[in-house]
């Protein structure tokens, strides 16, 4: 079935119908529909979520979470992150209130990353705090 839609049935410039070895079968051939079938599904425009990744560390390590089991990405592990962009002074509060002292915070340049249905367009720092341990923010490892 591959190679007869890569060889025969192919969409751009008309299927070959004639050389079609399930021609009889066909109904888009019987019913003369070859140059309608498959309507092609408008696609839908991807939903833009904000991101700020934030890139904790101290000395000797880095945090990172694991993300819940269900849903986009399930069960990875990825950066501490939170919805919506984030100023570096919104980042020093946010990071008190998880109980780390930040020393340095620095910007890190913009990114993006595209799924199927959702993009993310990233903001990112690098917050350097004087000990990772001190946070007791669920799930941070
Ligand atoms: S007969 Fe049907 S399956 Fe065969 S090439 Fe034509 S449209 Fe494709």
């Not at 833009?48 to 819940?68: C, N």
């Not at 849903?71 to 919104?90: R, T, V, W």
């Not at 720092?125 to 007791?136: H, Q």
């Amino acid at each position: 079935l591959i190679e007869l839609g890569a060889i025969v049935c192919v969409p751009n410039g008309g299927p070959k119908c004639e050389q079609c070895p399930v021609k009889e079968y066909c109904i888009a051939h019987a019913e003369n529909l070859t140059a309608e079938i498959p309507v092609k599904k408008k696609a839908k425009a991807r939903k833009i979520e904000e991101r700020t990744v934030l890139i904790f560390k101290d000395g000797k390590q880095i945090a990172i979470r694991k993300r819940p089991a269900k849903g986009l990405l399930a069960g990875l592990y990825e950066f501490p992150n939170l919805e919506g962009k984030f100023s570096m002074a919104e980042v020093t509060e946010y990071s008190k209130k998880i109980g780390l002292m930040p020393v340095r915070i620095q910007e890190l340049p913009e990114a993006k990353h595209i799924f199927s249905h959702i993009e993310w367009h990233m903001t990112g720092y690098e917050v350097t705090v004087d000990e990772l341990e001190k946070t007791n923010e669920e799930g941070f490892l």
